[in-house]
């Protein structure tokens, strides 16, 4: 496998030949067990939905900072509204990222045991259709996601469904991203530092422009710019611990474009899909060989892990 797959998905969803179901299983599992990156097409979520996303998204950024300032909530690790420029900082890197961002997290109800955790959303009054674009989004990449966590279930032999009762009320965010445009010639920062995602999977819609790049096996930087029309989907670092390894958390990045076209602003929106807060990440039995011993003797609360890997990277 030399370059990472993508897959169509409708081959899991409506398989349209007896046993493609099962050969879809195996093959992605495959790509995530050798990349922990894949491509996903056929996903559904109408192009017009994400480009109109993306155009509330350009609206907000392109506020004064001053009014994009109002919805930076400090001392909360950016959990939800905005984070300005020169904030986050990936682990053990000098230079902060070149980027601003957006969170926006779970709707849940103030009387749920998970509120104290997941706090209410901001929304910018500037652009009134962020909210209802920005959650129509949250929502189709979260069952988008919780469809590749049942075949990545199927295939370490877990049941289907899975997943499902631990991440109903995850603590999932969608994050849409701006790198501004780099006026300055030979700084030390990049766009975003390498860096592996902290949560199961995280699902990138629409980071059209080039940039990204996964770390393989054999630790070359692979570029990997997906269509228009294709989602990229990655393993995180709690994925990786809960299965003991068995599906990596790949290190990625993204690098500042060569000569004219870091003149350009790149717009990127991925979305990370947490479990519940009180999920405890214990090694899966079925992860565990003789080859491949339990690396994570102790469990921790998908909230433990999350305050600790802020941290980390400055956002706490
Ligand atoms: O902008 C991208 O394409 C990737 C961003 C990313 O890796 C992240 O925010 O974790
Ligand atoms: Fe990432």
């Known amino acids: 496998m030399n370059r990472i797959p993508t897959l169509d998905i409708r081959r899991f969803t ?10 879809f299983v195996a093959e992605l599992g495959a790509a995530y067990r050798e990349w922990g990156f894949a491509g996903i097409r056929g996903h559904g979520i109408p192009t017009e939905q994400i480009d109109a996303s993306y155009d509330v ?80 989004l949250y929502q189709a990449l979260d069952q988008l996601g919780s469809r590749v966590l049942s075949a990545l279930a199927l295939h370490i032999d877990l049941p289907e469904n899975y997943f499902a009762d631990k991440t109903d009320s995850g603590n999932s965010i969608l994050r849409p991203i701006h790198y501004p445009p780099i006026t300055t010639d030979d700084i030390p920062n990049v766009r975003a530092g390498a860096h592996e995602d902290i949560n199961l999977i995280t699902l990138l819609v629409g980071a059209s422009a080039e940039g990204l790049e996964v770390l393989s096996r054999k630790g070359e930087w692979v570029p990997f710019t997906a269509d228009a029309d ?77 305050e600790e890997r802020l941290r980390e990277i400055k956002l706490k």
């Open 230 to 306: 294709t989602i990229v989907v990655n393993i995180g670092d709690m994925l990786q611990r809960l299965t003991n390894h068995v599906y990596p958390s790949t290190t990625h990045r993204v690098v500042n474009p060569p000569g004219e076209k870091a003149r350009q602003p790149r717009y990127s929106t991925p979305f990370f899909l947490h479990p519940n807060p009180d999920f405890l990440i214990d090694v899966l039995p079925s992860c565990v060989t003789a080859d491949n011993p339990s690396r994570y003797p102790e469990a921790i609360t998908a909230h433990g892990y999350l």
């Open 14 to 23: 409506h398989p349209a030949a007896p046993g493609d179901r099962e050969a």
């Open 57 to 136: 998204f350009k609206r907000f950024f392109a506020l004064p900072e001053e009014a994009k300032r109002k919805y930076h909530v400090a001392g909360q690790g950016g959990a939800r509204g905005y984070t300005p420029f020169g904030v986050e900082t990936a682990k053990d890197s000098k230079h902060y990222d070149l980027k601003e961002f957006w969170h926006v997290g779970r709707e849940i109800p103030r009387d749920s045991k998970h509120a104290a955790v997941m706090p209410p959303n901001l929304w910018p009054d500037e652009v009134p259709e962020f909210r209802q674009e920005a959650y129509g």
